[in-house]
């Protein structure tokens, strides 16, 4: 197992995969702190405090919200052919009927695959958290909770991404984790929009959504740690596509950590009965 | 003897469709084993089914003494898929220290193994080049480099020499029987009859999922003797006599080529000429190669 553990993630990183997601991770970190900067700029110079902690929190929940992004992109991209892929090029064949069980094989690649999208998002976490923090000094409470919360959205989104390589072709997997990912921003958006004309049905597709696919709930309850109802203006700064009206509950993470270990046991399982 | 190989009723079936079917084969330790069938016969998925690439639907198989789904014998048991295919972007040491890994092989036997293998397969001074570089015959000799790595006591071996050359495929052959020297058993799927002619202590043809025939090929090639018989007019009369004893294979106006099944079987077949009233001018037998047995058993079934 520590050898297939080993190998996903050296595989991760000897592959062009990486080389691509940090030259993008490069450029939006670049922009981020080159839009960052300018705004702050020009609000330090207007001198109104008010525009400051209405602005300031949204390039926050920007740069979270694109960085999630990248990470979940890097996520399916790279998981889509974790086992497929290997099926498909025959890799596979050779190391299936080594003396290892396929549990092992399984298990080692999750685990290889989960690091190497942790360090990424944790990269991507504390490079955006810091830039914030250096331009405009806002606080940032539970910023380790919120922190594991980002390292868990891509791990989410392999999981699912995993199942669907152990049962599909790469191309299907990539479509169909896709499209699992779409449901999750599009209901969370409307989850959104619903509170903001609190509509029961537009909150409750939110929900089922965030059912089907947790990793945008994660996003809201991120922003919630991060920026606590604490202060009068929390319902404005909490405005818009980027924010949470509603903080998700902790039964909402406690569902998430359930889900991934659900579709890593899924995997095991259908992995252990394919025929290759 | 102890048998390296032993399957009881082994089927696969592929969503209603055969990929082999009751399978029973016993491959005594030390042996080459040769499995021959035309292409889409099942020798491939039968391979696939011992080595724990598909589950079998039903039946049971022991390797090396242990039922089919143990993984500890895995670490002595080689194999080189038909369709070869290794991670590109290693260069061939790094895969070979990849698969030494993966068959739980210590520090120092990999120091030792790997050097040898590549030596046997002829790849010494490409070692250190991409996996995606190599022809398609250096990635084969790649793939059996991989398969001899652990000094397998049972190795199976899909297509071996499909993209070889001459050469290659010689020293394919001199690799197989150096390890049989050694004790060592091989599980050979090929097309290539001559080849198996010349390495295989038992052969078993599969058609269809279903073995037809088994034995040694020097068996096979007497009892299979083909007779040619010249005679004075060739009658459905005497093909009628004569189809009880041997098995026509061909029949002109006055030559009638058949088969017999053992030896003693010549004699009766000039007895059935004579006896008809026919008159013999020739009777001259010739020794078949495992070709014509292969061609004639796959006519036989249509
Ligand atoms: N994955 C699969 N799904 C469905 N049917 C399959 C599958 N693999 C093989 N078959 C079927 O099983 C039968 C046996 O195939 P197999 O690959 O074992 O043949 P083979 O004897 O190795 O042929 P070849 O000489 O071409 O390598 C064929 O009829 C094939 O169509
Ligand atoms: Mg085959």
């Known amino acids: 197992m520590f050898t297939i553990f080993g190998f996903t993630f050296r595989e991760a990183f000897s592959r062009k995969i990486l080389l691509v997601s940090i030259i993008i991770a490069a450029v939006f970190l670049g922009l981020f702190g080159a839009g960052v900067h300018f705004a702050v700029k020009d609000i330090v110079k207007s001198h109104n405090q008010m525009l400051a902690s209405i602005i300031y929190p949204q390039l926050l929940l920007f740069g979270l919200y694109f960085g999630g992004f990248i990470v979940s992109f890097l996520s399916i991209i790279s998981s889509a052919g974790l086992i497929s892929s290997e099926i498909e090029s025959g890799n596979i064949q050779a190391v299936i009927t080594k003396p290892l069980s396929r549990c092992e094989i399984i298990t080692g690649k999750f685990l290889g695959q989960g690091v190497f999208l942790a360090s990424y998002a944790v990269v991507m976490f504390a490079a955006i958290s810091s830039i914030i923090y250096y331009k405009t000094g806002m606080q940032f409470p539970g910023i380790w909770r919120a922190g594991l919360l980002f390292m868990l959205q891509p791990i989410v989104l392999m999981s699912v991404t995993m199942l669907a390589s152990v049962l599909t072709s790469t191309i299907a997997s990539g479509a169909m984790a896709f499209m699992l990912y779409s449901i999750a921003v599009v209901g969370g958006v409307v989850e959104q929009i619903g509170y903001l004309i609190n509509n029961l049905y537009l909150k409750n597709g939110g929900i089922v959504s965030s059912l089907i696919m947790p990793v945008d709930s994660l996003y809201r309850k991120i922003v919630h740690i991060m920026m606590p109802a604490n202060n009068p203006l929390s319902a404005i700064q909490q405005m818009g596509p980027f924010g949470a009206s509603a903080e998700p509950s902790v039964w909402m993470v406690v569902y998430t950590l359930l889900y991934v270990p659900a579709f890593y046991l899924l995997s095991v399982y259908y992995f252990a009965r394919k025929d290759i | ?302």
Not at chain 2, 79 to 105: C, D, I, V
Not at chain 2, 132 to 151: E, V
């Open chain 2, 1 to 302: 003897m102890n048998l390296a190989i032993e399957t009881e009723n082994l089927t696969k079936m592929y969503d209603g469709s055969v990929g082999c079917k009751e399978i029973c084969l016993s491959v005594s330790e030390g042996q080459i084993f040769g499995l021959l069938g035309p292409n889409g016969a099942g020798k491939s998925t039968l391979v696939k089914t011992l080595v724990g690439l598909v589950r079998p639907t039903s039946g049971t198989a022991r390797l090396l003494g242990r039922p089919l789904g143990n993984v500890e014998v895995r670490r002595k048991i080689g194999f080189l898929p038909e369709n070869f295919g290794y991670h590109e972007w290693l260069t061939g040491r790094q895969l070979l220290e990849f698969h030494a890994s993966l068959y739980k092989m210590d520090r120092w036997s990999r120091k030792s193994r790997i050097p040898l293998v590549l030596d046997v397969v002829g790849l010494t001074g490409s070692e250190k080049k991409k996996v995606r570089t190599y022809s398609k015959g250096m990635r084969q000799r790649i793939g059996m480099a991989c398969a001899l790595l652990p000094d397998p006591d049972l190795l199976f071996l899909d297509e071996p020499t499909s993209a070889l050359d001459p050469l290659g495929r010689r020293e394919v052959r001199e690799i197989m029987q150096g390890l049989k020297e050694r004790g060592k058993t091989i599980f050979l799927n090929s097309h290539l009859l001559s080849e198996v002619e010349m390495v295989c202590d038992q052969v078993a043809f599969i058609k269809g999922g279903s073995i037809i025939d088994q034995g040694s090929p020097d068996e096979m090639g007497a009892d299979g003797a083909v007779v040619e018989l010249h005679v004075d007019v060739v009658s459905e009369g005497l093909l009628d006599l004569i189809r009880p004893v041997a098995r026509i294979v061909s029949s002109g106006s006055n030559t009638i080529r058949a088969a017999v099944k053992s030896r003693e079987d010549i004699p009766e077949l000039a007895r059935a000429v004579v006896g008809s009233g026919g008159r013999l001018y020739r009777l001259a037998h010739e020794k078949v190669s495992l070709e014509e047995i292969f061609i004639n058993l796959l006519k036989e079934g249509d």
